[in-house]
């Protein structure tokens, strides 16, 4: 956040930016937890399963980067207009 503070935006952009920067950072720190406890709790059965587990929390990962991307676009896009 501080160096988008330099950018000399109005202040209605640095709020959502702000914004965005907090709600991904809140969804990764959420999204990754229990899925690190799954894994490591399920994926003691072998290695192909724990593989599996892998794949899907890099799936869902990806996939609330996205959407928190989108969102963000979408805010971006409104404030805009």
């Given at each position: 956040m501080p160096q988008i503070a330099?950018?000399?935006?109005?202040?209605?952009?640095l709020r959502l930016f702000?914004?965005?920067q907090n709600s991904?950072?809140?969804?990764a720190a959420l999204g990754s937890l229990p899925m690190?406890?799954?894994i490591l709790g399920l994926a003691?059965?072998?290695l192909?399963?724990?593989?599996?587990?892998?794949?899907f929390a890099f799936f869902l990962a990806v996939f609330n980067?996205?959407?928190v991307a989108l969102a963000g676009a979408a805010l971006l896009l409104l404030a805009r207009g």
């Open positions: 330099h950018l000399g935006l109005s202040p209605e952009y702000a914004a965005i991904a950072a809140g969804h690190v406890s799954l003691k059965q072998s192909p399963q724990e593989q599996q587990f892998t794949r980067v996205a959407m």
